[in-house]
């Protein structure tokens, strides 16, 4: 574990230990409702993939398609409420240095490093890294469905196609959620190298509690 650096924006939150993500990995753990979870890119440059479910029932995870549809925006940021498929709120974005994140895009997996890269062989993957964090919590692999890929860099140009830049965020960058309901969370350091500018590198988080 790292020592705690980072400054607390909330004089009523008190600062929990900063973990770090080794690259191309990832990590599950429980937050409880009114809990934030502060995600920091360390060195910059570098994508990390959240999933979520409700913390006593599996069957509520979190949607992009819910999320994008209510709030009639692509591009979430500071107030910005992150739904459930059963339309629950599950985070609320309440502070964010980068502005700059992704709601459309699945978790980067091996079939995707195969389909568009032409990779053979084992790649690690931020699917795989969620199936097995949240596997050890009775997960199934079959319900980790779209990321909020955090400093995640997606555009869609006039002609709907899709392009994948480099992270607009730099070292110390952070994005913080608060949870509305008691969740259990999956966070990867994005294993893509499309998706971080060629390099792979850690995430940072901790939880702070009210």
């Not at 609320?92 to 997996?109: G, N, Q, W, Y």
Request: charged share 20%; with cysteine; net charge negative.
């Amino acid at each position: 574990m790292l020592p705690n650096t980072a400054p607390t924006l909330d004089s009523s939150v008190s600062a929990s230990e900063l973990h770090r993500i080794p690259s191309q990995s990832g990590t599950a753990f429980l937050m409880m409702k009114g809990q934030i979870l502060r995600v920091t890119d360390p060195m910059g440059e570098q994508v990390s993939d959240l999933f979520a479910l409700d913390a006593s029932d599996h069957g509520s995870y979190l949607s992009s398609g819910r999320t994008i549809d209510y709030a009639a925006k692509y591009l979430l940021s500071v107030g910005d409420i992150l739904y459930s498929n059963d339309s629950k709120e599950m985070f609320t974005i309440v502070a964010d240095t980068v502005k700059r994140h992704d709601f459309t895009l699945t978790p980067c997996s091996q079939r995707m490093f195969e389909k568009l890269y032409g990779w053979v062989g084992h790649h690690p993957s931020c699917f795989e890294n969620l199936s097995i964090a949240l596997g050890k919590h009775g997960v199934s692999p079959d319900r980790i469905h779209s990321t909020f890929n955090i400093f995640m860099n997606v555009s869609f140009d006039a002609n709907g196609t899709v392009a994948v830049h480099c992270p607009i965020s730099k070292a110390g960058d952070f994005i913080e959620l608060r949870a509305e309901r008691d969740l259990l969370c999956g966070l990867t350091a994005c294993s893509a190298e499309g998706s971080n500018n060629g390099t792979l590198k850690p995430i940072d988080y901790q939880i702070f509690t009210a």
